[in-house]
């Protein structure tokens, strides 16, 4: 459902670039300079999981090895801020952006349960792509992506303060399109994905090495400050 929505978006975004005079940024682009933003987000989050036991005589396993496992997805929102420069029809820039979105993966072993949650990401990438008339962007984009990770141990059973809360990196890509609508203000779609670093929780005798995959889809309004 999400990716027929984002094939529907994306058309009625192509034929209003078609249609709609061009605006112009500082060097003839609408798309040039400085421009921050807010976002909406499908997210999808995925993860796997390895166990190990590592016996400590005061704290006992809790768990025995993983038999199943299911995630569930969320929405989200954020802000974004970046620069763009054209050299002809060709564009580039580079942006930095805050999202809250959620998502969870839960492990059991048939009796025992930990849930692994994701919180926030921060997000800086490289775009490039080119200009379609002056009208729309089109854009792929690769860089980095900071991705929250938080679990309250087998059963939930850990204190606030024993909470594993950690940030791992992960590779970040996608591409979309953006077209402006009114005069310094223009709307984005886009598809990326994240495929993030291991991540080692220990909690009492019991280890669990994660490693998480997003991918979303956002909807974005931009104004751009020329």
Known sequence: MSHKIFKITFLAILITSITKPALAGPDGSPFEGLYVGVTSVVNTFDSTATYREVPIDDFPSNFSSISSSVSSNSYGGGILAGYGLSYGPLYYGAEAAFIVDKGNTVYTDGANTIRLGKSN??????????????????????????????????????????????????????????????????????????????????????????????????????????
């Open 121 to 226: 990401t921060f997000d800086i990438n490289g775009r490039l792509g080119f200009t379609l008339a002056d009208k729309a962007l089109i854009f792929g984009l690769v860089g980095y992506s900071g991705i929250n990770l938080k679990s309250r141990g087998v059963n939930e059973l850990q204190n606030d303060n024993l909470d594993y809360n950690t940030r791992v990196t992960a590779l970040r890509y996608g591409g979309g399109i953006e077209v402006e609508i009114f005069e310094n203000i223009a709307i984005r779609a886009e598809y990326t994905q994240s495929t993030g670093a291991n991540s080692t929780y220990r909690n009492g005798s019991d280890e669990f090495t994660f490693k998480p995959k997003t991918s979303r889809i956002m909807l974005s309004a931009v104004l751009h400050m020329y």
